[in-house]
Structure formats: C-alpha cells, structure tokens
C-alpha cells in the first residue's frame, strides 16, 4: 500500500491527515477518492512532496508500494 | 554551535534557549532576539500549528544556514511550537549572535520575515470554540520583498 | 509599565528582566531584545563605563519615551551597565514589547542607535593593564543618520 | 564652596572626579585651575550642567555657594 497526507485544511476535507491508498498512476489514486477531495488536491497552488521530497516538475507520479506522497496547501501568513 | 534549530511541541521558555545560545559564543558583541507570542484579544482561544515532518525542519535549517551565509554571523538559534497554544505562549524565538549589532538585527529580522512565509507550517484559530484556518496574507510578501 | 528604564552597577542575566517584562505585557505579539555584551579578543582586560546620575537616567527615561511616541508600542525596557565590566558580560539589553512585529523590531533598533551616540556615558578600556578612553566614532552618526 | 564635576578623560586629567571651588565667575574659578586642566575643561566640544541641567546658551556662570558644575566631554562610540 501507499500512503497520501494530507496538510492543513486538506486534513478536514479528507476527514483524516492521512489516507492508505492502493499503489499506482496518481490519476488512478485521485479518481478512487471523493470527488470534493480529489478537486481540492489538484488546486494548482497545492504542492506534492514525494518520500519528503518537493515535486518541482509537472511529470506524472506514480505511486509504488510503501511511497508516502504528502499534498501540501499554502501556508498560513501572520 | 553556529546553527541551533528545533521544533518544540510542548511551551517553552525563549530565556532558556537564550541564554546557553548566548554563552555558547563568546567574545561576540551583541544578540538580537525575536520572540513572538500567540495575540490574544480577537476572540482566540487556541491556535494550532502542524507541520510535515520530512520538509518543516529541514526547510528551517536552510533558512538558518542561508542567514548564516548572508549575514556575518557567530551563530543563529530558530525555535518553533507546533501544537495547540494558547494566548500569550511563545510560538517562535530566533536569536542571531554577532559581532556587530547591524548584522544581529538584520539576520532576526530577515529568519522572522521568512520563516513566516516559507516555512511549512499550517496556522488554524479557534474562536467560540470553532477551528479556522488560517491563509496567506499580503503582508508577508511585502515583507519579502525587502531582502530581494 | 509602559518604561522601565535602570542603570545597573552590577553583572545582571537580561533574561531576568526581559521575561517580567513580556509578561507585564499579555496579548502582546512579539518582543524583540537586543543584548549588547563586552567584546572579547583584541586583548581587552575590562571595559569601565562611567555616567553622571542627574543626566545619564533622566536621557535614558527620555528616549523611551521618544521610542515609545514614535513607534506603536506596548512597552519598553532599556538596562544599562556601569561600572568595571569583563568580556562577555552584558552591557547594554533593550527590549520593545508590541503588537506587530515590525515596530518591536524598529523600536530595539532606534533604541539602540541612539544609546550609543546620545547617551550620557563614557568609556573607558584596559588593555595590558592600562586603561585608555574610547572616542566618538563615525558610524555612530551613519546609524543615527537612518533615523532622520 | 561650589563643586566641579569632571566625566571621562577630564577626571583624569583632574586627578580627581571632583573638586570643590570657591564660588564666583567661572572665569575666576578657571584661572584659578592648573592650566593644562583649565584649557582641557574650556574645549568647545566639552558641554557643562548646572545643578543637573544642561547649559544651552553662552551665558556667563557664575558660580554659587553649594552649586555643581559638570564637565561633559564628547560620549564614548562604539
């Protein structure tokens, strides 16, 4: 299995801060989820951190057993 | 010891941090200190930080090391709660050690600037018992802006 | 405690004072203290710093409350040393207490800048066992020179 | 007697940190000082309080019974 987090109000949206999901193509992951949720996750300004690595490109992710992908909303100011 | 940084999830006292900081560099001229605490008024009962383990700390580090770099530094301390806290708890102390004042005030000036903005941590409020989160702001870029 | 200003004659823990001090101030949002200590190296053996009591306090007094009707403040405090001082011990701690960031900041620093240059104090260094006199210097004015 | 109050280098310079006077003009008061000391003490960047109070102008002091005349010189930098 792999692992999605959830940060901030994405945790609320999700109903938990983290989720188990089947591995593969991240569409596939995304199409599994609620559909509020899953829109919410694909907001550009929302980030993707891979095994705590930043993704930086737009290539696709794909998902292997034990990968803990994080989505990662703005941070909050003042 | 040029570099100290650390998340704290349970309240701290900054005077505590400080002072081994400051003792850890002798012979140096001046420490500037910034200690910013949870506003109370407005309502708030609680604020809640959470962070992501694998990016929070690593991404305060760099800023401590790139304050480091930038400023002519002995020495940078960043200390930041995470958790719930209440009015009047610190939630975040960095305190740069220099030779020369100008360059104490400016790195503090500068980590705080940054920290509040790029740093990986999610701020929601509780007021008459509801959670809020918290989003970006302007202000935080204008501020930004002065080191560009 | 809007001002809370004190010649010290004896080795004094900033961190003493600047914790009552935040904490006279509840709902504040940060607290920005600098500490300025005697420099090591260079061969200093003791820095003796002499003031003249019916204008040195009264000049400090009066620059808080510049500090304090210029910049939006809940507070100030500034702690100044006299007598003989050793390497590493605090000379100098000024403390602003206010509600955003920047006037803490803004308000420590100005504090500062003009302490040095306005403030009614003369100083003296023992190098090899002999005590020299400090002159004015230049960047003193630079610094102040920001605040015009 | 009046007092004379020496800060800084002009302490040194004094052998003293004070010094009691007979009162009158200050120009008597001075002359009456060694020469080296009196020159030092008439520097124009040398400021005098009266009885705790910086003088502003250049009216003449005169000097009464159990009043303190302080000789600041420039404050130290730095």
Known sequence: ?78 | MAIDVRLLDQPFNPGAFVGPFTHAHPGLGGVCTFVGEVRGGDGIEALELSHYAPLTLPGMEALARRALARFDLMGIMILHRTGIMLPGEPIVCVSSAATHRRAAFEATDFAMDHLKSDSWFWKREKRGGVWTWIEPRGQDHADLARWD
Chains 1, 4 share one sequence.
């Open chain 1, 1 to 78: 299995m792999a692992k999605l987090v959830f940060l901030g109000r994405l945790a609320d949206l999700a109903g938990a801060p983290e989720r188990e999901v089947a591995p593969g193509p991240l569409a596939d992951v995304l199409a599994a989820l609620p559909r509020d949720l899953a829109v919410a996750l694909l907001d550009e300004r929302v980030r993707l951190a891979l095994n705590g690595t930043l993704k930086t490109g737009g290539e696709a992710v794909v998902l292997s057993d034990g990968d803990e992908l994080a989505f990662l909303p703005p941070v909050s100011g003042g």
